[in-house]
Nanobody, 111 residues
Framework: QVQLVESGGGLVQPGESLTLSCVAS????????MSWYRQAPGAGRERVAT???????IYADSVQGRFTISRNNDRNIVYLHMNSLKPDDTAVYFC?????WGQGTLVRVSS
């Protein structure tokens, strides 16, 4: 079955960087569209970035130019590289494919 396991969250200060990882299994990773979503406290879930199997990417306006999604099809991992983090980026970040979700990893940006 599809399994997605996120890691890499933590507490950082504004302006710092963080990279999240999502290890995938149970499906053909190399052709799958992979996405990162986030859910801030009291808010709905927001799509942050999406990458196709060929490496085409889409970003939310709120993270464009600061976040980069990438993938390693040999290792079945999708990454979210986050730069210039802001307190508004505080959220639980989820990996998603084909309506399957990981358990999430918490990113907290605070001074």
């Amino acid at each position: 079955q599809v399994q997605l396991v996120e890691s890499g969250g933590g507490l950082v200060q504004p302006g710092e960087s963080l990279t999240l990882s999502c290890v995938a299994s149970g499906f053909t990773f190399s052709t799958a569209i992979m996405s990162w979503y986030r859910q801030a406290p009291g808010a709905g879930r927001e799509r942050v970035a999406t990458i196709s199997g060929q490496g085409n990417t889409i970003y939310a306006d709120s993270v464009q130019g600061r976040f980069t999604i990438s993938r390693n099809n040999d290792r079945n991992i999708v990454y979210l590289h986050m730069n210039s983090l802001k307190p508004d980026d505080t959220a639980v970040y989820f990996c998603e494919t084909m309506s399957h979700w990981g358990q999430g990893t918490l990113v907290r940006v605070s001074s």
